[in-house]
């Protein structure tokens, strides 16, 4: 459906990226978030390519859509 990261999508999902974080391969690593060394609670494009911006709140998506033309 999604041809991601090829094709970035903008997932507006700052404050809740859990359900991108399933669909991303880390529903493991679920339980390591806010933890040392786990995952961010937010999408971090350092923990993976399919977090196309890095975000610590929602409402961003329409501005770096715009960033990514």
Do not use: C
């Amino acid at each position: 459906m999604f041809s991601i990261p090829a094709r970035p999508a903008g997932l507006d999902s700052g404050t809740r990226p859990y359900p991108h974080k399933v669909l991303t391969g880390r529903r493991e690593k679920l339980p390591t978030i806010k933890q040392p060394g786990g995952l961010a609670p937010f999408p971090s494009r350092a923990e993976s390519e399919y977090d196309t911006f890095g975000v610590g709140h929602s409402s961003t998506s329409i501005s770096a859509a715009l960033g990514m033309q």
